[in-house]
């Protein structure tokens, strides 16, 4: 028996690899042989599968990822959920229907897969601030109500709130690195309807850009006209086709600061222009930052901010392009119950480490940048100057460098013949604008 076993294993060992003139060639008696020995085999794995996923697949329960999950036993508490994203490369914050690249569309996934919620429908959302295209956020507020480890009668206990389901770590494990949940804070009992958009009581945005060559006193004192109640018509893109026909927002702080105090003298050095309001319309912020860039080039005085909010006298927008769209962050979102945040400290540690790894990658790609830059210009201010300039008694390289850096984020072609704003061609009137839509029956009649 041994010698015949020993014959098939050699023969076996023979008959892998040949081909289909050498098969048809073979002893009969060896080729069935060969097929009784591959059919035993395919039994055997046959076997092993079953046993591995059960030996009645038909009798067995769901496994847990087949079972479908009940909600209706499930807790719910209502919440707020505090988001950061970096939006350059995403859609905008909103859903889109033929978009996937968008914040909602990713949180929502998140929310789904993690079992958070049922669906956006059921789940009482409300966000603070709908960031467009390219804009990004480090305070962006969502409310929406999640399942829960806790009853709701036990919610109110400060227990509950420590041993409550890690919201942001599980929804972190799912979101795009450049999409994290920071903090997350209860909604008490008293206040069930809380709303992340309408109880928010002052948003903040911050808008960074180089100093180059801008007058930042001049920009200050162009903040300081936006302060206050005013009618923003000529500072927005009017959305009259969607019923927006008010545009009187409060703007309660403006203004221009160095990002870092101690590095503000230099054209690289970064600033920011830092204004709150209640709300804001449409595109206002990128077309206040489009103006004070205006005035920070000397090409308009800080009073013509004053000259546009007086809509009696200048009832028409003139046409100016707004500032690009990634410098953009809705940094805060303050409201009444701010001090109640709940942050997980190991999470936290986990979300700061990544953005030092990011701050890395972009850090020395900038500096990378800045050193040619910097070489660069050395050689410029090196190059032989024609002879009016060499008699000029003004520092020549300082007179003649290139100040560009803040060039791009004006959006559109800038013109070589510069006109002034009150003197360009105007847009239609808001009054206008009503009866164009009213005619197209998009709006109803204003009174």
Not at 95 to 119: G, N, P, R, Y
Request: charged residues 30%; aromatic residues 8%.
């Amino acid at each position: 028996m041994a010698e015949k076993n020993g014959k098939m294993l050699f023969k076996q060992r023979k008959i892998k690899g040949l081909k289909r003139e050498e098969l048809l060639a073979m002893d009969k008696n060896d080729l069935v042989e060969k097929i009784i020995q591959l059919e035993a085999h395919n039994e055997q794995l046959k076997n092993i599968i079953n046993k591995g996923l059960g030996e009645n697949n038909s009798a067995k329960e769901p496994s847990v990822a087949d079972r479908k999950f009940d909600f209706n036993k499930c807790h719910y508490r209502r919440i707020l959920l505090r988001i950061l994203y970096f939006g350059w490369n995403y859609q905008g914050l909103a859903v889109q229907e033929d978009s996937t690249q968008t914040i909602e569309h990713h949180l929502f996934h998140a929310l789904k897969k993690t079992c958070l919620i049922e669906s956006r429908e059921t789940s009482q959302y409300h966000r603070c601030g709908r960031t467009d295209k390219g804009v990004s956020a480090y305070g962006q507020v969502i409310s929406i109500t999640v399942r829960s480890k806790h009853a709701l009668s036990e919610q109110n206990r400060t227990s509950s709130i420590s041993s409550e389901l890690p919201y942001c770590k599980v929804l972190n494990r799912l979101l795009p690195k450049e999409i994290r949940a920071v903090a997350w804070m209860p909604i008490t009992d008293e206040s069930p309807e809380f709303s992340a958009r309408f109880d928010c009581k002052k948003r903040l945005y911050k808008y960074y850009f180089p100093k180059s060559s801008l007058d930042i006193n001049a920009m200050r004192d162009a903040c300081r006209y936006l302060i206050g109640s005013h009618d923003f018509r000529h500072f927005c893109k009017m959305d009259v086709g969607n019923n927006v026909t008010e545009f009187r927002r409060q703007i309660l702080e403006a203004d221009v600061g160095a990002l870092d105090e101690k590095d503000s003298d230099n054209a690289t050095s970064m600033y920011m222009l830092m204004i709150a309001g209640n709300a804001f319309l449409w595109h206002q912020i990128r077309c206040i930052m489009g103006l004070l860039l205006l005035i920070g080039q000397g090409r308009e005085s800080p009073t013509v901010i004053k000259e546009l909010l007086d809509v009696e006298t200048n009832p028409r927008k003139p046409q100016y392009t707004m500032a690009l769209d990634v410098p953009l962050n809705l940094f805060h979102c303050t409201y009444d119950v701010d001090k109640d945040w709940v942050y997980d400290e190991e999470e936290l540690r986990t979300v700061i480490a990544h953005l030092q790894s990011d701050w890395t990658m972009h850090s020395v790609k900038t500096s990378m940048i800045k050193d040619c830059m910097l070489n660069l210009e050395a050689i410029l201010d090196s190059l032989p100057k024609g002879k009016e300039m060499a008699d000029s008694k003004e520092n020549v390289s300082e007179r003649d460098r290139v100040m560009a850096h803040t060039t791009c984020l004006l959006q559109g072609v800038t013109p070589r013949n510069y006109t002034p704003l009150l003197k360009r061609v105007t847009c239609s009137t808001l009054d206008e604008r009503i009866e164009y839509y009213r005619k197209k029956r998009k709006i109803a009649i204003v009174e």
